[in-house]
T-cell receptor, first 116, second 113 residues
């Protein structure tokens, strides 16, 4: 398994500002992802963080709004830019690990963002 | 596109009893992965159990077991001897070989003392 930490755990931000969320994993992983979970909802994939190249964004998410960095195999950041109240959500970092044909995916504790 | 359906928004179970949470999915793939995650009020997503589609044997993890019916595209979670700490939101998830990951809408489980 992988142990994932995120910082900050929560924040309250004013609209128009930006927040960068950090994700640290205790081991090198190939696959890292960022998800959003809006209140009372399921998880939605924002993007796959690729080490050494630009992130791969899902439909409805763009780099200008959610820039992602992945400088190495244990760390990634997600920035929520020019925030509006609609961005209030929990943001979760996730990693995937493979061993042979087996695959597991783990999640960080999440960052609860409130935009006022 | 693959979809994951959890038809039970809420379930409840008496402490020490058994409960089954339902999940169905739609896919044209033959090789994929299925997961159940638990999300307590602390919001930490915890991997409960996983099943690889190529394995015929149902996965078991202590009090948690699955009933994987590949032909029916069904993947239910059985929790035996329910405990108060099992109360949480449970999400069923599907992962394709191509790295696409899909979550169901969740089932909120209440455990009654």
């Amino acid at each position: 398994s992988a142990v994932i930490s995120q910082k900050p755990s929560r924040d309250i931000c004013q609209r128009g500002t930006s927040l960068t969320i950090q994700c640290q994993v205790d081991s090198q992983v190939t696959m890292m992802f960022w998800y959003r979970q809006q209140p009372g909802q399921s998880l939605t994939l924002i993007a796959t963080a690729n080490q050494g190249s630009e992130a791969t964004y899902e439909s409805g998410f763009v780099i200008d709004k959610f820039p992602i960095s992945r400088p190495n195999l244990t760390f990634s950041t997600l920035t929520v830019s020019n925030m509006s109240p609609e961005d209030s959500s929990i943001y979760l970092c996730s990693v995937g690990t493979s061993q042979g044909r087996d695959y597991e995916q783990y999640f960080g504790p999440g960052t609860r963002l409130t935009v006022t | 596109a693959q979809t994951v359906t959890q038809s039970q928004p809420e379930m409840s179970v008496q402490e020490a009893e058994t409960v089954t949470l339902s999940c169905t999915y739609d896919t044209s793939e033959s090789d994929y992965y299925l997961f159940w995650y638990k999300q307590p009020p602390s919001r930490q997503m915890i991997l409960v159990i996983r099943q690889e589609a190529y394995k015929q044997q149902n996965a078991t993890e202590n009090r948690f077991s699955v009933n994987f019916q590949k032909a029916a595209k069904s993947f239910s979670l059985k929790i035996s001897d329910s405990q108060l700490g099992d109360a949480a939101m449970y999400f069923c998830a599907y992962r394709s070989r191509g790295n696409q990951f899909y979550f169901g809408t969740g089932t909120s489980l209440t455990v009654i003392p």
